[in-house]
């Protein structure tokens, strides 16, 4: 098989996992600073639950790169 193709799996792993949660964090960042600008008292337990959410999203794209590492480096003896 030729190894362009794994070359090319690789980059559309960690291109398309990367998207998801890129849009997500922007999803999940725009309101929560308009509610912190709405309501500063509530600022820390917003502030918090934004950090956690965004932690769950960047794992997605961790996973992405995994996989995408695995396509390279196991698949390049396969011939």
């Known amino acids: ?3 362009q193709f ?3 799996a690789a ?3 960690i291109g398309l996992g990367a998207i ?3 849009i997500g964090i922007g999803l999940i960042a725009g309101p929560a600073l308009n509610a912190m ?3 500063p008292e509530a600022a820390g ?3 918090t639950n934004m950090i956690l ?3 769950f999203a960047e794992a997605v794209s961790i ?3 995994v996989v995408a590492l695995i396509i390279l480096f196991v698949t390049a003896n396969v011939k």
């Open 1 to 3: 098989m030729n190894p």
């Open 6 to 8: 794994f070359e090319l």
């Open 11 to 13: 980059a559309l792993a």
């Open 20 to 22: 998801g949660p890129g």
């Open 37 to 39: 600008g709405r309501n």
């Open 45 to 47: 337990i917003i502030r």
């Open 53 to 55: 959410a965004i932690v």
């Open 63 to 65: 996973y992405a790169l």
